[in-house]
């Protein structure tokens, strides 16, 4: 059988498209990252004790769950262009009520509000991905969620350098929002124009996902009927995503801690998150030549075996280099897993546009904050290295959950 012809060239303005979309989700990380490295300096400042803070650090988390539903409603009303774009504006603008909270309820109302614009800006930026990564008939989207980690790199690092340089709080999140917000409005002139579904095809659609194309009728183009097979599909992919957010926290939450108790250094100790990043970053700038060669299903399946066996190992033989090697496997395990779970949310036919990837991406959300807390409870319950052996888990629920994944992504 003769193989399939290369995709074409992408056009011009899909080429732009795909430049634009990567700022913005660059922008997106770079924006909320600026204000973390002066956590300390706003605590101090409120003079509150760690509970209390971490209560109104929560905040971001309860306001980015409240809202995330709400994300397809405005996608489909306002277009994932303009709420991407504009999005990220009107989000700058909130960072900055945070220099004049006068207590830890205002700062928290604060971060409620960003973490709501935020879950409303990251569903339409995928949604404009997406759209991006039909025109090119293969994957990028892993590559664009790359780019959103070296953007929360590079705003982590704004806000370091702005602490270490004592500017006022005021005056860093004033030029944080002034230099983001002209860049989101300049990449908007170069994002796609139209509807959410014009690079869509419905035949494609309904072929992609064969578990749903044999139930109930699939919807063309539109997709409104609401196909029951979809939402199992969709509950799948909402965990599959849950299991994304669980590594990815038990990297950022729990690894400084875990080395800690090897008897690590605390030098030592904070490069367990900056292996796991690392590895998940590079990960992603290079998952796209992965899925576009083996498929989704494959590079997540073996993914979350890697994530799986690496973090196994490393509890099983406990030590500082297996531990951060460990972490290292986890983050390149698991580091395509949630943009492909998104891809697949957002061609379930059956549903509404932007649905599928609204429950996915609240889902996410949800797990990111539920994570901690089982993690933690499990810590005191029994010991952080029992803990952490639901990372183990998530990578051997990943591989059987990984079935329900579209396996081209240029579809």
Not at 315 to 335: H, R
Request: aromatic share 8%; net charge positive.
């Amino acid at each position: 059988m003769p193989a399939a012809a290369p995709p074409s060239a992408p056009a011009r303005h899909a080429r732009q498209a795909r430049a634009a979309v990567a700022v913005l989700f660059l922008t997106n990380g770079a924006v909320f990252f600026n204000v973390v490295p002066r956590y300390p300096q706003i605590k101090a400042e409120l003079g509150v004790s760690n509970a209390v803070f971490g209560g109104a650090v929560a905040g971001y988390s309860i306001g980015a769950l409240l809202a995330g539903l709400l994300a397809g409603v405005f996608v489909r009303r306002f277009g994932s262009a303009r709420v991407a774009a504009f999005g990220i504006v009107v989000t700058t603008l909130a960072t900055l009520a945070i220099p004049f909270a006068p207590n830890w309820i205002a700062f928290g109302a604060a971060l409620f509000v960003v973490g709501a614009l935020d879950a409303v800006v990251d569903v339409a930026q995928n949604a404009h991905g997406l759209r991006v990564q039909r025109l090119y008939q293969r994957s990028i989207l892993n590559s664009l969620h790359g780019v959103w980690s070296i953007g929360a790199v590079l705003g982590g690092l704004m806000g370091a350098a702005a602490a270490g340089l004592r500017l006022p709080l005021a005056l860093h999140l004033g030029i944080s929002a002034a230099l983001f917000s002209v860049v989101a409005v300049v990449a908007y002139r170069f994002l796609l124009p139209g509807p959410e579904d014009a690079e869509r095809t419905a035949p494609a659609t309904a072929a992609a996902h064969p578990a749903t194309a044999g139930g109930d009728p699939v919807a063309p183009a539109g997709r409104r009927s609401f196909a029951r097979p979809a939402v199992w599909m969709l509950a799948a992919l909402g965990l599959l995503a849950a299991c994304g957010a669980l590594v990815e926290d038990a990297g950022a939450s729990w690894g400084a801690l875990y080395l800690t108790g090897l008897h690590a250094d605390a030098a030592t100790a904070g490069l367990a998150v900056v292996a796991f990043q690392t590895a998940m970053t590079v990960g992603r700038l290079s998952g796209d030549r992965m899925v576009d060669r083996f498929g989704q299903r494959t590079v997540t399946r073996v993914g979350g075996l890697l994530a799986a066996a690496g973090m196994g190992a490393a509890l099983a033989v406990p030590s500082v280099p297996s531990a951060l090697a460990g972490f290292v496997l986890a983050g390149l395990g698991t580091a395509t897993l949630v943009p492909a779970a998104m891809h697949s949310a957002d061609e379930l036919p059956g549903l509404p546009s932007g649905t599928g990837l609204t429950v996915v991406s609240w889902l996410l959300r949800g797990g990111f904050l539920l994570s901690p807390l089982l993690v933690g409870f499990v810590a005191d319950l029994v010991s952080l290295r029992a803990g952490l052996l639901s990372v183990v888990l998530a990578g051997l629920l990943t591989f059987v959950l990984a079935r329900v994944l579209v396996n081209d992504p240029g579809r």
